[in-house]
């Protein structure tokens, strides 16, 4: 990006020397045509032209700073163009009556008559003005163009991703009601038939309730008894696919009654770990830990796993850049997230420092409402769910 400005830069300083050094050519053969001279001294044309490109740039600077500006000031902008036109005559003189006889000697320099001097200059002032007034105003144009094409570029790109978004919104759009009812008809049926099918089809209900419905407050947090309820669900119905076979191991330790997180990022990375994990090794069991420190205000999280032998299932990592985006615009920086990938094992570490406003949900819950609100989790300092083979 940096070398594609700097060409642009030298692009833009090339055109204009290419297009005064064209300028000065015709300007050369005109006065040729005109005198009926054979030919003239370069340098006398370009000496001559200085002043006026004096002007064009001068006036440009002008016009960006003070007719750019959202509040144009037209008395300053007067007082700099006569300030300018000030110079100009005073360069102007300067290259006639020395620069000239130094440079070109050979050449007759006229007798200075203040008047025509005067009048000579203000012409060649206003013209090389109304130049950089017309090259300003198209370059104003031309920026006005390209910002409302880039504008409607935008607009027609969001509406498009709104349109995609609102499509794959009703594509994947499942009526709760219907759901829900649905699995409780499924789990009536069962109930004659097969305790442990019952037992998946509650579970299922459960998990689809709260992936649905998580129940945030105004700020968007949960109670995280709810998120490990959660996992637990998640955990419980992989079980009950592969008949209770999964070495699966999730440690909750401290008081998490009165906390609250940000929804589903925690299950996020549980089902990283049932995607790309070992699941069937005793040795090496695919563990979740849960950790609150003593004080409530920073929760860790962790899973490990060993990694699956044979053809790994394609991963684009969108799981966890939402994580990151979605923990940087709650938690800012009070939040860590390490992934480590090595040889045999993935281990993924998440801390959330959750801070003062923590301390005041748990100095105004009583410990027996604790209990009471997080339905038995609150008030236990370690809990251990180990489903191993039976």
Same mark, same amino acid.
């Given at each position: 990006?940096?070398?594609?400005?700097?060409?642009?830069?030298?692009?833009?300083?090339?055109?204009?020397?290419?297009?005064?050094?064209?300028?000065?050519?015709?300007?050369?053969?005109?006065?040729?045509?005109?005198?009926?001279?054979?030919?003239?001294?370069?340098?006398?044309?370009?000496?001559?032209?200085?002043?006026?490109?004096?002007?064009?740039?001068?006036?440009?600077?002008?016009?960006?700073?003070?007719?750019?500006?959202?509040?144009?000031?037209?008395?300053?902008?007067?007082?700099?163009?006569?300030?300018?036109?000030?110079?100009?005559?005073?360069?102007? $003189? *300067?290259?006639?009556?020395? /620069?000239? +006889?130094?440079? %070109?000697? !050979?050449?007759?320099?006229?007798?200075?008559?203040? #008047?025509?001097?005067?009048?000579?200059?203000?012409?060649?002032?206003?013209?090389?003005?109304?130049?950089?007034?017309?090259?300003?105003?198209?370059?104003?144009?031309?920026?006005?163009?390209?910002?409302?094409?880039?504008?409607?570029?935008?607009?027609?790109?969001?509406?498009?991703?709104?349109?995609?978004?609102?499509? $794959? *919104?009703?594509?994947?759009? /499942?009526? +709760?009601?219907? %759901?829900? !009812?649905?699995?409780?008809?499924?789990?009536?049926? #069962?109930?004659?038939?097969?305790?442990?099918?019952?037992?998946?089809?509650?579970?299922?209900?459960?998990?689809?309730?709260?992936?649905?419905?998580?129940?945030?407050?105004?700020?968007?947090?949960?109670?995280?008894?709810?998120?490990?309820?959660?996992?637990?669900?998640?955990?419980?119905?992989?079980?009950?696919?592969?008949?209770?076979?999964?070495?699966?191991?999730?440690?909750?330790?401290?008081?998490?009654?009165?906390?609250?997180?940000?929804?589903?990022?925690?299950?996020?990375?549980?089902?990283?770990?049932?995607?790309?994990?070992?699941?069937?090794?005793?040795?090496?069991?695919?563990?979740?830990?849960?950790?609150?420190?003593?004080?409530?205000?920073?929760?860790?999280?962790?899973?490990?796993?060993?990694?699956?032998?044979?053809?790994?299932?394609?991963?684009?990592?969108?799981?966890?850049?939402?994580?990151?985006?979605?923990?940087?615009?709650?938690?800012?920086?009070?939040?860590?997230?390490?992934?480590?990938?090595?040889?045999?094992?993935?281990?993924?570490?998440?801390?959330?420092?959750?801070?003062?406003?923590?301390?005041?949900?748990?100095?105004?819950?009583?410990?027996?409402?604790?209990?009471?609100?997080?339905?038995?989790?609150?008030?236990?300092?370690?809990?251990?769910?180990?489903?191993?083979?039976?």
């Amino acid at each position: 990006m940096m070398h594609f400005q700097i060409n642009r830069k030298y692009r833009v300083v090339l055109l204009h020397i290419g297009a005064w050094l064209l300028y000065i050519a015709f300007g050369t053969l005109n006065k040729i045509y005109v005198t009926h001279t054979d030919a003239l001294d370069f340098a006398d044309v370009v000496l001559t032209q200085l002043p006026g490109i004096y002007v064009f740039y001068g006036s440009i600077y002008v016009y960006l700073k003070l007719l750019s500006a959202r509040k144009q000031k037209y008395l300053l902008l007067l007082a700099a163009e006569i300030m300018l036109f000030i110079t100009y005559l005073l360069l102007f $003189a *300067f290259i006639g009556d020395v /620069i000239f +006889p130094l440079m %070109l000697p !050979n050449v007759e320099v006229p007798p200075f008559e203040l #008047s025509s001097f005067v009048v000579a200059g203000l012409w060649t002032f206003i013209r090389y003005s109304f130049f950089a007034f017309g090259y300003y105003f198209a370059a104003r144009l031309i920026t006005k163009e390209k910002e409302l094409r880039e504008s409607e570029l935008k607009k027609m790109q969001a509406e498009r991703g709104k349109l995609e978004a609102e499509y $794959a *919104f009703l594509r994947a759009q /499942i009526n +709760p009601h219907f %759901l829900h !009812n649905t699995l409780n008809f499924f789990y009536a049926k #069962s109930l004659g038939c097969s305790r442990e099918l019952a037992e998946g089809i509650v579970t299922l209900c459960e998990i689809m309730r709260y992936s649905l419905n998580s129940g945030e407050d105004e700020s968007g947090m949960v109670p995280l008894s709810k998120e490990v309820e959660h996992l637990q669900n998640v955990i419980k119905i992989n079980q009950l696919r592969f008949s209770n076979r999964l070495q699966v191991q999730f440690d909750v330790t401290g008081n998490i009654g009165y906390l609250r997180i940000i929804p589903l990022v925690l299950i996020t990375l549980v089902e990283n770990a049932f995607k790309h994990g070992d699941l069937n090794n005793p040795e090496h069991p695919v563990i979740f830990r849960l950790t609150v420190s003593e004080d409530g205000r920073m929760v860790h999280f962790s899973t490990r796993n060993k990694k699956k032998s044979g053809p790994k299932e394609l991963s684009h990592g969108i799981g966890m850049d939402n994580i990151r985006k979605r923990l940087s615009a709650v938690y800012k920086d009070k939040y860590l997230l390490e992934i480590k990938d090595e040889d045999n094992t993935y281990t993924v570490a998440l801390s959330i420092h959750l801070g003062t406003e923590q301390d005041a949900a748990r100095k105004a819950v009583s410990s027996v409402e604790r209990a009471d609100a997080v339905d038995g989790y609150a008030g236990y300092a370690n809990y251990n769910l180990l489903i191993d083979n039976p």
